[in-house]
């Protein structure tokens, strides 16, 4: 296990060197100059002589793989550079914000593997009833309905009509209730119609024929025996969600006005605060491959095959 | 969604048939009515679509100021926004832009990545290594995520929300093209045409293209519904289409405003999205059950 474990961290050297190049290149990618992106609205008005000043200052001026090296120095380092609207450090932005994003991910994932395996283990059970069709659908319907569609609608009957939970903001329980709903719901049914297709798979194994030969009862067949190997592939899909939503549920968060890292983001981008962009989507990235390599590891501790291979 | 729930065949019956001239998969696919419906759907979606000027019961963007925010009527079926604006035309026209939309990122997505992968899988070794860790790359970051991305750093506006879905379908349709092709390019028929002399471009384009078509059609129709709900949400954070064009995320975004007391300008073009994402998914899913009978 430990070296599977030093091959997997070893084999993320690369991409997070790669995700590290491609977050810093979005400064190039902007259409006009490198300074005046990273400046943002602030460039406005600065001459050009000013401007060659800054450039050097930034360190604009040097060769391009120069550059990405003491960016990527600094990175290691842990500084992400500085916000332009605030001034405050991209870090302290980010981890300013990370609990609420952390809070809402949670809650949501909580929501969405409760609502997710219940309605995936009853429509693999009763396949082909009318249990099935309506999971199915629901599950359906979960992965088709945009999700800033369903929180506005939460919030329109909850928060304007029914005037139960507050519509939008943060600090309670209360708060936490709609948007983790909205999201846990969509994530749901991802997790409804894995845990469905694999259920159904290991209902037909072998294993389960033997179990039942045995005279074991169908409920310990099910719940034991085929339940037990079917969660592996739900664990991935479990894992990528909560990457996912650790990154911010951008768009939830938009919708409730949720704290989080994914509206700050959703704001750098359109007050043009680079710096913050670069430093959030970074930041987001490498929680995402984390989150999977744990779901990786998770998965080889859970399968004895995975480590072989 | 179709598996299990197919109904009874004609085989079954105990009264010879005919054998029907369609191919399995296109049998297989009818038979499934989940996928029937969908394929309904995208049909009646693109023919709203083509046909909205002669549908739209106004000018997308007439107003009427003296008939602002009014709830449906007889007049306005789907009532009207803050200028008065008829939110059934809006939303006839909105399908035009959302089918494009969701059309032209899974196009430009699919040449790229399809190019990708067969020359990945095709010539293997270094170029294999080198294309894939860029795709291992682009698929490390989350979807909207790297959409959003790209258009932090391009800026907002159609064009580059287009660019920005479309950047984050390529990973999927090259890893799935090289997958095929590498099962492909031992195959008998591809070393005969080598035999043959065919050249590797031709080879490529004649041979090993053909067989990831089914594959990367069923990952396309899929897409489509991916990519209408990803351009959807950039338009609602205000980072895709930008106003006054009629786009549905635009409206839930700008309707939102009006609440509680104008929900219609929030239901139409939620349900229009919903619907239109489920058409594609249906779809799709009959498509992948039709040409993969295993399960």
Sequence with gaps: MLSYIARRILGLVPVLLGVAFLVFTMLWLAPGDPVVALLGDAAQGIGSDALAELRRSYGLDRPFLVQFGSYLGDVLRGDLGESIRSSQTVLSEITSRFPATLALAGSAMLVAIVIGMVFGVLAAVYRGTIVDHVAVVIALLGVSIPVFWSGLVLMLVFSLHLDWLPASGFGSWRHLLMPAAAVGFSSAAFIARITRASLIEALRQDYVRTARSKGLSSRAVRLKHALRNALLPVVTVVGLQFGGLLGGAVLTETVFAWPGVGRMLVDAIRTRDMPLVQGTVLFIAVVFILVNLVVDLSYAALNPKVRYE | MSDGHQAPSAQSTSVPVRASSRPPAVRRFLRNRAAVVGLILVVLLVLLAVFAPLLAPYAPDAQ?????????????????????????????????????????????????????????????????????????????????????????????????????????????????????????????????????????????????????????????????????????????????????????????????????????????????????????????DGLRDALDPRD
């Design chain 2, 64 to 284: 009427n100021l003296r008939a602002r925010l009014r709830g449906p009527s007889a007049e306005h079926w789907f009532g009207t926004d803050e200028f008065g604006r008829d939110i059934l035309s809006r939303v006839l026209y909105g399908a035009r832009i959302s089918l494009f939309t969701g059309l032209v990122p899974v196009v430009s997505g699919l040449l790229v990545g399809t190019t990708i992968g067969l020359v990945a899988g095709y010539y293997r070794g270094r170029i294999d290594d080198v294309l894939m860790r860029v795709m291992d790359v682009l698929l490390a970051f989350p979807s909207l995520l790297l959409a959003l991305a790209v258009v932090g750093a391009l800026g907002p506006g159609l064009v580059n929300a287009v660019i920005a879905v479309a950047i984050v379908a390529v990973p999927g349709y090259a890893r799935l093209a090289r997958s095929v092709v590498i099962a492909t390019r031992e195959e008998e028929f591809v070393q005969a045409a080598r035999a043959l002399g065919a050249r590797d471009p031709r080879l490529l384009v004649r041979h090993v293209l053909p067989t990831t078509l089914g594959p990367l059609s069923v990952q396309a129709t899929l897409g489509i519904g991916f990519a209408i709900l990803s351009m959807a949400g950039l338009s609602f954070l205000g980072l895709g289409v930008q106003p006054p064009t009629a786009d549905w995320g635009e409206m839930l975004a700008r309707g939102r405003r009006f609440l509680p007391d104008s929900p219609w300008l929030l239901l139409y073009p939620g349900a229009a999205i919903s619907l239109t994402v489920l058409a594609f998914n249906l779809f799709g």
